[in-house]
Every structure is written in structure tokens, then in C-alpha cells.
């Protein structure tokens, strides 16, 4: 059955304004004359109610973006994104899933966030969220719009598989101003999406299109499929990016006016229209870019079709388990088994590891068959693994399911041959590694099985150079990113970013030390030249020198 899951994310609780001096001396003034308290968390309170009051007296309506794309093109980066560059501008996020597990509120983080602010979860079930599950939507947005909380900007992430044009109806009813229809579109896939009906009823419905994942194609693949997205929209404008790395003010409709100057010449110095996330770091309160009288209808306002089409072949099942992988069998299965099959189109969701029990992995399979599993820090509650499939094989996906149970009694029982097979697998793999001065062993993690210390996972990776400006973490992240779109051999990010990107790598198929070697070796030589281009190539910050 399908379900769709709706979540407030309310992220936006910090009072920017408020630690400015002369600010806040203005507002005790004008809460003093209003008879607001003046103690400390009480007056935050009394500071959205100030706000709340002010906007219903103006009759303002709060404004809405729709993020819209189909499976995987990257909306829920787009809404870290807007997170994480929103400066003290408050936005309630409303997302919409599909499948059982409402995965992009894990991956963002919003139980802990809304049972802070003391909002609660909104469940969409049964469909998609711009049919059957209406009601539950006209509610949650309700909640939005007299919350306490006095949110500036709504954002709604849509599902991958939803038609957001109903949603339009139901946001005017509720007082909510829809201002765009924001469509991402994984460039990579842009085949796949002008082919299934409700993906192409995305991509006409946009106001603005982002191109995204440019860093997986060539740039004549990118303009021409700027070329095919301006057909398909009759003329949309096409925003290339990476990791939906765009100027907050394209996708809300809401002025940052100390930041406009910017990325106006941001954009005018790239050569293909990259946006550095500097440039969109807000420092100053936002406005509002238009009153009602001159207010532009989004496109799906102008047009609102009565249908729309599903796709009926399409099903999803969710994999929750309280027991972990072997990350062995893991990246094996990755390898071997998700890149073979033909209908699967999405895979996302938390990993549990037996070999690094106390880290979450966030597992993504997207686009094209490219799968990822980024270290997502430590666990906060009990460790699991909740994972969504969605394909257009039924079968398929049932073989799926059968396969990740006979994963997990495999790492249940795991024979002490296969134990030690593993050890001197990456033994030997970490003697190829310290014998080559451009990568380096940061761990090897043990484990004492019936008395016999093992190996169970070797943590690499390349080493970078201060001197030369070139970051081990930078370095590592493109080292990951390209081994595992090659797809001979999966890895999986063993720290953050911030302590590093480690590589981690365990053996558990066919995969031997040497193969696994060379593959990296090879895929790191494009990494290193790439990143050492311009860079004088001595070893200055080894033997001192003159040049
Ligand atoms: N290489 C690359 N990967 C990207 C880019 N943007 C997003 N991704 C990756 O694409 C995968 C899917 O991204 P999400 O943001 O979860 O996609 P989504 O549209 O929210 O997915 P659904 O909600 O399932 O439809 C993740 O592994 C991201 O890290 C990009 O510009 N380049």
C-alpha cells in the first residue's frame, strides 16, 4: 500500500533579531506598551505574538513554495539547504512522502525539532498527498498558519511521485499564498523524467526548474538538456546547479536585500551558473518581494487542470529491522545486487552496521543507480534500520525483500571461516594502502571473535596538502563519490565531513584485496589530478626550496 507522511519541520526558533541591542531595546519598548512580560523566554513568546498579532491586523497572508521533482532529483538537499542558509527567517517545512517511513523527516531531523516547539506529527495516508489524503493536508496547513510560532515563509516537499497541482487549491483555501512551484530535475535522469507521466506534469507545472547534480555530466549534456527542459516547459527558466546549491530568493519568495547584490555578480562570474553557499548566507532580516496587488500567479494558478495521472505500476515496500547489516554483506549487495536491477527506482533510508554499530548511515540509491551512504553522526535513539524501496517491478521487489532477510541471518550467523577470511582480507588490503604515499590507513577496527582478535573494517583514505590548499576531506568525498559511481566496488563515509570523510571498506564477496585496490587506485588517479589542476606539483611542503 502506499502512504504518504506529512511533517511540520519547524527549524526556525531563533531570535536573531532579538540579540541585537537596538532591536531589542525597540521591542521591550513597544512590548512594554502593549503589556508584554519582560522576562527572558517569556518575552521570545511574547515576541511572536507581537509578530503574530501584527500580521493578522495587516491581513498578511503567509507565502508558500512548492518543491517539487520527481524520485530522488534532490529536494530534500534543497530543503537542508534552505535550512541551513535561512538566517533568522522562520520557515515551517511540510513533507510529503512516499512509502511507509517518512525517511526525509529522519534524514532532516524533525521529531526532535517539532516536539521541541510542541508540534506534532501530521500523517498522510492511502495515496498521494494531492488526492486522497487532502483533509490531513487543509489540517496540517491550518496548524501552520495559527501556530505561535508565527512562521515567516512555508515550504511543502512535495513526493517525488506527487502532482502538486490540487495541493495549489488547497493552500489558497487555506489562506496560504502559493508564490512558486519550484521543479528539481536530476540532470542525469532527464530521460526517465520526460517519460513517466507524473514527473513530466512536474516539470510543466514549474515556475522555476533547477538542473541539478551538473556534476555528474558533461556541459554539453547540461545545455542540452537546458534545450529539452525549455520544450518540455514552454520556456521555463532552467537554473543549473549542484547539490541545489541556488540564492535563497530564486526558490522563496522573500527579499534578502544585503545578499542580492552578491549573487547577481556571483552568478555573472560562473561560466555554468554554480552559486557559492557564501553567497547566499542572509544577515538581514527578509522582506517580502511583492505585495498582493502585484503579485505574479505561479504558473499552476493560471492553469489549474482538473486530472492528473498516476502511475499505477509503480510500488514501494519498507524494510525496518532492529538488527544490524554486516557492513560486509553490505557493500556487496550494493555492488553486485541493487546496480543489477532493472525497475528499481529509489532507495533511501537509515543503515544499521554490525562492524560500526554506534554510527548511522544514511543510505541513498537514486538516479542513476548511483547509491551513497553518508555517516550520519551517532545515533540519538535506538538503532535501526528503516529502509523504503520503490520500483516498478513488483517481483522484483519482493526478490528485494527476500534478499535483505537472508542478509541479515547471514550476519546473525556468521561462521568463524568467513570471520577470518575477512581479517586477512583487510590485512592485506591495508598493506596495499600504507605502501602508497598518496593514501593513508586512519584505522583498523577489531573485534574479539571466540578468542582470535579480527579485522573488521579498514577506515582510508587519500591525504591532502595544507601547503597546496587541497583538503583531505574535499579529496575523500570525491574519491567516494567517483568509486562508487564506477560500481565495481561500494564504500561507505566512515566519519563526517568535519572529522575528515574517512573511506571505510569490509570484504564480503567476490571482491579480493588486489581488485578492490586497483579500482580504488585507478579512481583516485582522476580524483588527484583534478584536484591538484593549477597546483605546482613539487614537494614544497616536504624539502624546502625556492622556485
Ligand atoms: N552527485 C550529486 N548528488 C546529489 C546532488 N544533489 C543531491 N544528490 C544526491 O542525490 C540523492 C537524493 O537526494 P535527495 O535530496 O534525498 O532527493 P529527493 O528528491 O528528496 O528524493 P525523494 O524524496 O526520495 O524523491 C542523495 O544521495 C543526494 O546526496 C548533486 O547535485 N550531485
Not at 3 to 20: D, E, G
Not at 222 to 246: H, L, P, Q, W, Y
Amino acid at each position: 500500500m502506499q502512504r504518504v507522511r506529512t511533517t511540520f519541520l519547524n527549524i526556525a526558533a531563533s531570535y536573531v533579531a532579538l540579540s541585537s541591542g537596538r532591536v531589542q531595546q525597540d521591542l521591550e519598548v513597544k512590548m512594554a506598551e502593549r503589556g508584554y512580560p519582560k522576562e527572558n523566554n517569556q518575552m521570545s513568546l511574547a515576541f511572536e505574538k507581537l509578530a503574530y498579532d501584527k500580521r493578522e491586523g495587516e491581513g498578511g497572508r503567509l507565502g508558500c513554495t512548492i518543491v517539487t521533482g520527481f524520485l530522488g532529483c534532490g529536494k530534500t538537499t534543497l530543503v537542508q539547504h534552505i535550512l541551513k542558509n535561512r538566517g533568522d527567517l522562520q520557515i515551517a517545512v511540510l513533507v510529503n512522502e512516499f512509502g511507509e517511513i517518512d525517511v526525509d523527516s529522519l534524514v532532516l531531523d524533525s521529531t526532535r525539532l517539532n516536539f521541541s516547539h510542541g508540534l506534532s506529527h501530521v500523517s498522510l495516508a492511502n495515496g498521494c498527498a494531492c488526492c486522497a489524503s487532502s483533509g490531513n493536508l487543509k489540517e496540517a496547513l491550518r496548524r501552520t498558519v495559527s501556530c505561535q510560532h508565527n512562521f515567516d515563509y512555508v515550504v511543502i516537499e512535495t513526493s517525488g511521485l506527487a502532482n502538486p497541482t490540487a495541493m495549489a487549491r488547497e493552500l489558497e483555501e487555506a489562506g496560504v499564498r502559493l508564490d512558486l512551484v519550484v521543479t528539481v530535475v536530476d540532470v542525469e535522469n532527464l530521460d526517465l523524467v520526460l517519460e513517466t507521466p507524473v514527473a513530466k506534469q512536474q516539470l510543466e507545472i514549474a515556475d522555476i526548474v533547477l538542473l541539478n547534480k551538473c556534476d555528474l555530466v558533461s556541459l554539453g549534456m547540461i545545455s542540452d538538456a537546458e534545450d529539452r527542459v525549455e520544450e518540455a516547459t514552454g520556456g521555463t527558466k532552467a537554473v543549473r546547479c549542484r547539490f541545489v546549491n541556488v540564492p535563497l530568493d530564486l526558490v522563496l519568495n522573500v527579499l534578502l536585500p544585503e545578499v542580492s547584490a552578491t549573487l547577481a555578480t556571483s552568478f555573472a562570474n560562473t561560466s555554468i551558473g554554480f552559486v557559492s553557499h557564501e553567497a547566499t548566507t542572509q544577515t538581514t532580516r527578509p522582506l517580502l518581494k511583492e505585495g498582493p496587488q502585484t503579485r505574479v500567479l505561479p504558473k499552476v494558478m493560471r492553469s489549474l487542470p482538473e486530472q492528473h495521472e498516476h502511475d499505477g505500476r509503480i510500488s514501494s515496500f519498507s524494510f525496518c529491522r532492529d538488527e544490524p547489516f554486516s557492513l560486509a554483506a553490505f557493500q556487496d549487495f550494493v555492488a553486485s545486487r541493487l546496480r543489477s536491477c532493472t525497475g528499481l527506482l529509489r532507495v533511501k533510508g537509515l543503515v544499521w552496521f554490525e562492524e560500526s554499530r554506534s554510527t548511522r548511515h544514511i543510505f541513498h540509491f537514486s538516479g542513476r543507480k548511483r547509491s551513497e551512504a553518508l555517516h550520519g553522526g551517532p545515533w540519538e535513539s535506538q538503532p535501526n534500520i528503516e529502509l523504503v524501496f520503490i520500483g516498478r517491478d513488483r517481483r522484483e521487489l519482493e526478490e528485494l525483500k527476500g534478499e535483505l532477510l537472508s542478509l541479515l541471518a547471514s550476519t546473525l550467523q556468521m561462521p568463524m571461516e568467513f570471520v577470518r577470511d575477512r581479517s586477512a582480507a583487510l590485512e592485506e588490503f591495508a598493506y596495499f594502502v600504507n605502501s602508497d604515499s598518496r593514501f593513508k590507513v586512519h584505522e583498523i577496527r577489531s573485534r574479539n571473535d571466540s578468542g582470535v582478535e579480527c579485522h573488521t573494517l579498514v577506515m582510508f583514505g587519500l591525504v591532502g596538502s595544507a601547503l597546496r590548499g587541497v583538503h583531505e576531506g574535499d579529496l575523500n568525498a570525491a574519491l567516494i563519490q567517483t568509486v562508487n559511481g564506477r560500481g565495481i566496488i561500494f564504500l561507505t563515509s566512515g566519519s563526517s565531513p568535519k572529522s575528515g570523510h574517512w573511506l571505510q571498506i569490509s570484504f564480503g564477496g567476490d571482491m579480493t584485496p588486489e581488485g578492490a585496490w586497483c579500482e580504488l587506485k585507478s579512481a583516485a588517479v582522476s580524483v588527484i589530478t583534478k584536484a591538484f589542476q593549477g597546483v605546482c606539483l613539487c614537494r614544497c611542503d616536504v624539502v624546502p626550496h625556492m622556485h
